[in-house]
Nanobody, 126 residues
Framework: QVQLAESGGGLVQAGGSLRLSCAAA????????LGWFRQAPGKEREFVAG????????YESDSVKGRFTVSRGTAKNTVHLEMNSLKPEDTAVYYC???????????????????WGQGTQVTVSS
């Protein structure tokens, strides 16, 4: 059982930056891929970025590539999403999720992830 908690959301102007963090309140991230997803009002939840459990491989969606970076924290049970050059279309609730996965891939299908945080709101004003 893994319990996740996100932090770091907020309101920022377009072009600004935010750093989201996800911590395991209980359990450990060992052997778990960590994914970041987002859901905007009226839209489906979409994969944003993710990392394998060791941090050896990371992936970002095309919509955020070059602007967002996912990384494992120095604390073993944390993962971060660094978001730069934010755009109004990045406005959404951001979730972190965990799924058992080999250290070679990060699932992009949200249905594969059994453990989810409560989400944190990111709002980018124009």
């Amino acid at each position: 059982q893994v319990q996740l908690a996100e932090s770091g959301g907020g309101l920022v102007q377009a072009g600004g930056s935010l750093r989201l963090s996800c911590a395991a309140a209980e359990g450990t991230f060992l052997d778990y891929a960590l994914g970041w997803f987002r859901q905007a009002p009226g839209k489906e939840r979409e994969f944003v970025a993710g990392t394998t459990w060791s941090g050896r491989r990371t992936y970002e969606s095309d919509s955020v590539k070059g602007r967002f970076t996912v990384s494992r924290g120095t604390a073993k049970n944390t993962v971060h999403l660094e978001m730069n050059s934010l755009k109004p279309e990045d406005t959404a609730v951001y979730y972190c999720a965990a799924a058992l996965a080999p250290d070679t891939s990060v699932p992009r299908n949200s249905e594969i992830y059994p453990y989810w945080g409560q989400g944190t709101q990111v709002t980018v004003s124009s």
